[in-house]
């Protein structure tokens, strides 16, 4: 939301000259009536959908730059179009945020408001509502990057909202985010919504909840941290620091791995230390159970 092999060059290069020559072609017929260009028996949305499919798949520069812009003249209100701006143009994180504000901006208006009325609870599952949950989310993590916590935070509470099956994943971020804000009783209320029982990340969350609510002698707090180390014993190691972190976070990840771990501790290490005597507890839970 990037690895481009040798073996692709070729068709990378060639897919980047027709991109080029259809640039070309647009500048020399800037004067015939834009119908006749592209074909009367397609609207511009779905034209301008296409061009944006086609960038998607294309490597980053001037030729994808081009095409996103293009795509824009002939229809605005596409968000995956402003995302790959972002990627394209933004150079620092205040940037970013106005080209995901126009991002989700575009999605609201690509949707319509009769839309958002009919659809709450299903937007993942309408496939034309993707693009707009997709730049909401990278809204919120461009704005929690500046600092501005409670904003973001309200986009993510926003999208379980539009989408409470969570099929992106957003529980466990706004729920790390939420114990950063010392939000117990909405952390209690995402572990109410989901009531998840073999989520590593989610048990660890609950565990650093109850150590927060209840202190470091909670019987409740002890066995739900008990609970989440026989999920996943490799987190403790990232979180007290016994284990190196990689410099590359990893993309995905099977449960009770080590990659599960990483990217748990990756999200969640400001949750631990900002919770006083949070990892002292960990390490005496730990030497306790060597």
């Known amino acids: 939301m990037k690895k481009i092999f040798n073996k692709n060059k070729n068709s990378t290069d060639s ?17 015939q009536d834009l119908d006749q260009l592209m074909g009367r028996s397609r609207s511009h949305q779905e034209i301008a959908e296409d061009m944006i499919f086609e960038a998607k798949g294309m490597s980053k520069g001037r030729a994808r730059k081009t095409l996103v812009e293009r795509a824009l003249k002939i229809y ?3 968000a995956d179009a402003w995302i790959i701006l972002a990627e394209e143009m933004a150079t620092k994180p205040e940037d970013a945020v106005v080209f995901y504000r126009k991002a989700v901006d575009a999605g609201e208006k690509y949707l319509g408001a009769k839309f958002f009325k009919e659809n709450v609870g299903h937007f993942w599952g309408m496939t ?11 809204l919120a ?18 999208c379980l909202r539009l989408n409470p099956n969570d099929n992106q994943g957003l529980r466990y971020i706004l729920e790390v985010r939420l114990l950063i804000q010392n939000d117990l009783k909405g952390a209690e209320a995402i572990h109410r919504q989901f009531n998840e029982k073999f989520s590593a990340q989610s048990s660890y969350n609950k565990a650093l909840l109850l150590f927060k609510k209840n202190g470091p ?12 180390v026989a999920l996943n014993p490799l987190v403790p190691k990232y979180l007290l620091k016994k284990t190196k972190m990689p410099k590359q976070i990893p993309n995905s990840y099977s449960m009770g791995s080590k990659e599960e771990a990483i990217i748990y501790v990756d999200l969640s290490m400001r949750a631990w230390k900002e919770s006083l005597g949070a990892l002292a507890w960990l390490l005496h839970y730990e030497k306790e159970n060597e």
């Open 76 to 78: 605005p209100h596409l």
């Open 141 to 158: 993590e461009a704005l929690w990057n500046l600092g501005f916590e409670a904003e973001s935070i309200a986009h993510f509470k926003d």
């Open 15 to 31: 897919k980047n000259i027709k991109i080029l020559d259809r640039e070309q072609a647009f500048d020399q017929d800037q004067d």
């Open 128 to 138: 034309e509502a993707r693009p707009y949950m997709r730049a909401r989310v990278y």
């Open 217 to 228: 002698d909670s019987k409740q707090a002890i066995n739900q941290l008990k609970e989440a």
